[in-house]
Every structure is written in structure tokens, then in C-alpha cells.
């Protein structure tokens, strides 16, 4: 069986600042990690993923994620936000067949 | 355009009245996938199919049923809508027969059941 959580359900952020989303999983065997945004009244669109190779993912929009087998960790990164990075974020799993989400953190850029 | 195309949108039905929600991709993937989401709960996979006539249970299958007779095409069934089924349902497809690629994801159906 495979979990995700991720530790904040909300995170409120200036505009230009930094921002981190901090997930971690439970699985017995070796999985692949994502991350999902969802802007408003709209489906999800990947961010990035980790297959396998470099622990450091860099996906679109100036996101990047670093996986960390020790800790079972997949945090994801940003440099510096804009108002249009105001959305839900998911972290997902997968072994196999199934794709497990996180429940979400919504990340409010504000001016 | 490649996308992934669910019908209806919205649907209001009472409790107990069958009915089908629909899924379709151009993209010719094989792996096809339906999700439910929930405030406080993220999405939850219902079923997911790995091909043609290839389905299997998700983590919350109860009450809900599907069939993959065609590539493109992945209806979710409620057999006897209950108004604990009320939800934001996703249909999502890759490419290959598992969800390791990038899952593209329709537009959302919004269900309520009275």
C-alpha cells in the first residue's frame, strides 16, 4: 500500500517571495513521484516528475522538487512566486497501477 | 487539440436514478483512470483501466462501475446514485499501460445527488 501527505493544507505568500510545499509518502516498494496543480475550475496539469536518475526535478513555470529516499521526502520549490502561481497543489504516487494523491495545499499568492 | 472530454459538466439526480458519466481521449492512450475529489481529501482513484477489456479497482470502488469496450472511451457508471457519491469526479489518461507518464486530466464533472 502507498500514502501521501502533505503537511500544509494552506500557504498563504507574498509575491516575488519563496515558497516550499513539503510532501512525504509511505510505500514498501520503489515509486515514482509527482506533482499536480490545479488552478481554479480547471483539471490537473503535471508540474514535474521523478522516475528515477537525478534527485532533483526542475518542471515548468520555475518549479523543482528534490526527492529524498532517507526521509521519504518529495518537497517542491519555488524561487520567487507570482500572482498566477495561485493555485491547489497535489503531490501523487505511484507503484504500478495506481496513483495515489495527497490531499492538496493551496498556495494564495497575495501582492 | 489533444485533450480528455467528460459529459456532463454538471448533474443534479436523485438518489437511486442510474446514470453515466463519459470519458473520451484523442491521444490514442492506453491507460485510462477516474478519480473523485473531495474537500480535505485530494483525489482518490475510483478504477482504472490498463487497456482495452483491462479494468481494475482503485481505492474507493464501492458503489461505482466502469468498462473500457474502446480505446478512447472510459464511461463511470452509478448504478443507484446515494447522495454520499456527491462529488468532483476527473477522468485522466496516459500514455503506456500505467500512470507514469504525465496523466492528462478532463475538465471535471461536478455531481450532486439529492
Known amino acids: 500500500a502507498q500514502s501521501v501527505t502533505q503537511l500544509d493544507s494552506q500557504v498563504p505568500v507574498f509575491e516575488e517571495a519563496p515558497v516550499e510545499l513539503r510532501c512525504n509518502y509511505s510505500s514498501s516498494v520503489s515509486v515514482y513521484l509527482f506533482w499536480y496543480v490545479q488552478y481554479p475550475n480547471q483539471g490537473l496539469q503535471l508540474l514535474l516528475k521523478y522516475l528515477s536518475g537525478s534527485t532533483l526535478v526542475k518542471g515548468i513555470n520555475g518549479f523543482e522538487a528534490e526527492f529524498n529516499k532517507s526521509q521519504t521526502s518529495f518537497h517542491l520549490r519555488k524561487p520567487s512566486v507570482h500572482i498566477s502561481d495561485t493555485a491547489e497543489y497535489f503531490c501523487a504516487v505511484s507503484n504500478d497501477y495506481k496513483l495515489s494523491f495527497g490531499a492538496g495545499t493551496t498556495v494564495t499568492v497575495r501582492a | 487539440e489533444a485533450q480528455v472530454t467528460q459529459n456532463p459538466r454538471y448533474l443534479i439526480t436523485v438518489t437511486g436514478k442510474k446514470l453515466t458519466v463519459t470519458c473520451s481521449q484523442n491521444m490514442n492512450h492506453e491507460y485510462m483512470s477516474w478519480y473523485r475529489q473531495d474537500p480535505g481529501l485530494g483525489l482518490r482513484q475510483i478504477y482504472y483501466?490498463?487497456?482495452?477489456?483491462?479494468?481494475d479497482k482503485g481505492d474507493v470502488p464501492e458503489g461505482y462501475k466502469v468498462s473500457r469496450k474502446e480505446k478512447r472511451n472510459f464511461p463511470l457508471i452509478l448504478e443507484s446514485p446515494s447522495p454520499n457519491q456527491t462529488s468532483l469526479y476527473f477522468c485522466a489518461s496516459s500514455f503506456g499501460d500505467n500512470p507514469n507518464t504525465e496523466a492528462f486530466f478532463g475538465q471535471g464533472t461536478r455531481l450532486t445527488v439529492v
Open positions: 483501466s490498463m487497456n482495452v477489456e483491462v479494468t
